[in-house]
């Protein structure tokens, strides 16, 4: 997947921002103004590629999956994995899963009137009177 349609999957979630803290072809996504997802442009050393959040259990599971799935080097080690955007080593619709789970685990330690607003977003859920 190219890094403008892993842009594109991530600004359509409610409610985020691209900021590039880091200097240009280095965007973050941001939901309540926390990174949930990071894109890196390709280098000598590696391709393309998509950092997301992710809980640990799920992240050690996407490591076994998939060879192109890596904990994040810098990051708290299974909080955070690294997606090589390589054509066709994810499937679309796994690396989708895996942004909309990365939202997620932000929204989730959002409080809770910000985190039940968002998910009525992403849902299309009207609030309650």
């Not at 000598?44 to 192109?68: D, I, M, S, Y």
């Not at 955007?85 to 009137?113: F, K, N, R, Y």
């Not at 968002?118 to 009207?126: F, P, Y």
């Amino acid at each position: 997947m190219p890094p403008e349609e892993v842009a594109a999957l991530a600004l359509a979630l409610p409610e985020v921002t691209e900021e590039e803290p880091w200097g240009p072809s280095r965007p973050v996504y941001k939901v309540g103004g926390s990174i949930f997802a990071m894109l890196a442009a390709a280098t000598k050393a590696h391709p393309e590629q998509v950092t997301v959040r992710c809980e640990p259990h799920l992240a050690l599971h996407l490591c076994q999956q998939h060879t192109a799935v890596r904990p994040w080097y810098q990051g708290r080690r299974w909080h955070w994995i690294t997606v090589h955007l390589d054509e066709g080593t994810v499937p679309v619709e796994e690396l989708t899963e895996m942004l909309h789970h990365a939202w997620e685990c932000v929204v989730a330690d959002l409080p809770p009137a910000t985190r039940e607003r968002l998910h009525n977003l992403r849902h299309g859920q009207r609030r309650r009177p």
